[in-house]
């Protein structure tokens, strides 16, 4: 094996075997060392990466407002960052509240508050342009993903969800807020502004009065949690989930006209929900009584529901020891007994999601979770996890599918010699049982109706591939000399099309040295290069980089690998949180700082032909 040189951005060629190498991700330092033939590219992307350094490093100061020079930096940095591109402005989405300035207090240095007043007058311009962005509400919202069967989802201006923030921190003045919600005609924009001034009044920034001025009415607080006061919790998640049975029965009128996409993952949803709910009862009873054992001993002897009743003990147990202790000291060793008894996958999740909070919150050493072979990683990096452990580890069996497409004549002639490897595996979000996600690459001469045909040979001469419950696969154009991907036929689910740059950018390309290096040049070439689409390539590039966004920071970072790796809270506290979807992960202070230095490190797509 060869030297791997690796940094946070960018991962050189591994060799993993003589002829088989790894190409990982496009990041900065690939798009930086670009500078001779793109000097604007590489001024771009060494900007950005600065701008990271910045970044992280305020948000790394427990006490950054005590460094002004490193503050004024910053905000000129950031400025000149969402100045250059409007596509930028995404940005303001996941910058967490200890980034912002706050103008209502007086700055420590005048560079500082020049810095500041020029930030804040760029974020105006930024959020306004953001208001006019409709986004999927699925995308914010914790669990609600857009699986098969569910319909289409409701969507927000997720910017007018800001509000409070931005008024907390004066940034932007709140007669400019009013006067662009009298003159504004757009339903959804009137709806969403007025959701984030709701939540606003909440905490007091603007008063009931203005609101009532603008013809806004407050609702009434509701809540849907009918949980009773300090139920017993193995009663109460015995008969919770009895009613989820019943709920989602054959025959059930309350889904008569629902898809078997959508009940399935309607009814884990709920169980989910259950298991949690329970856990939190369990939790309170712990902390008021840490060294009884009696609520603990009867869930874990329980039977039934799929290890409902574990799973609501070992929650339980975790949450209480985020607030006592003597909690962790009591049941560390059964937690790390029934881990080393090889339980259930479901079960093994959980203890390894549970340790892993507590190890950021300092209670267990992270050390227990390296011996324990438990990932512990930092979702924050732009490269969470080691091309070389992946690909000699668990990704081993790939090394030699390349090596028999390359060798295979049959193969080598309908294949490219090369699987990339993308998905919650590479990003370091994948729990234990996660799929693994591969594609293929079909060659240009490969005929459509050869697809069954070539995918079944692909898997008889390569038995390891049977485990997976479906690949994905890229057909290759080529024209005047360069390669392509062809359009998606129709009615397909597993041919992956031009659309899909969060596959290609993201992922891990292992290939035959010789055999795969043209098509992945060319392809990146495709997405840096969009002067093709002519007047339209400015909306192709949103396209792109929303993509980018979606992939990386949204549908499974917010929705569950956030969550499984970093203790969580409510993370907005007020009557009406609701309305601007508080429970969701998207205002954790901690995920937060995990999507904007990803936002900065790997949501990039410069365009070459600018």
Known sequence: MSKEKATLFHTEKLTLLPGITVQGPLGLDFFQADSASHPKLAREAAARRHLYDLTKAVLDDSQPFNNPTLLTELYQHLTTFLAADDLHGRLLLYLPEKLLPDTHQPAKTTALRQSEMAFVAQYQQSWLRLLFESNSRAAFVDGDVLEPGLGEPPTVRKAAH??????????????????LYRFCDDPELVQSLSEGLIVAADHGLVSPDFLHHLGIEI???????????????????????????????????????????????????????????????????????????AAIDTLFTQRGYDHAYTLVALKGLFLAGQNVSAIVDTYLPLITNLWSAAPPTEIKNSIASGLNHWARLGLVSPNLLHHLNIPYPDLASPLPVSPRELFTGEFRYLTDVVQTIHRDPQLSTLFYPAILVFGSRVKGIADLAADHDLAVFLKPDTPWSQRQPALALLKEKNPSLNRLDKILEYWVSQKDGQLGLKPVPEGTTTVAGPGEIHFLIDGFWIGAQGGYETLYAHLAQKYLDLSRFGDQKSAVRSQLLHKLELDLLQFRLMHKGYRRFYPTARPVNAPHAALIDGDSDFWDPGYRRIATLLFLSRVFLPDISA
């Open 162 to 179: 800001l509000l409070p923030d931005i008024l907390a921190h004066g940034l932007v003045p709140l007669g400019d807020i009013a006067d």
């Open 219 to 293: 609702p009434p607080v509701t809540t849907a949690d009918n949980t009773p006061n300090s139920p017993d919790p193995l009663d109460y998640l015995r008969q919770s989930l009895i009613q989820i049975d019943l709920r989602y029965s054959p025959g059930s009128p309350f889904i008569s006209h629902w898809s078997p996409a959508r009940i399935k993952w309607d009814q884990q949803v709920q169980r989910d929900a259950a298991i949690n709910r329970t856990a939190e009862i369990l939790s309170q009873r712990l902390i008021l009584t840490p060294h009884s054992t």
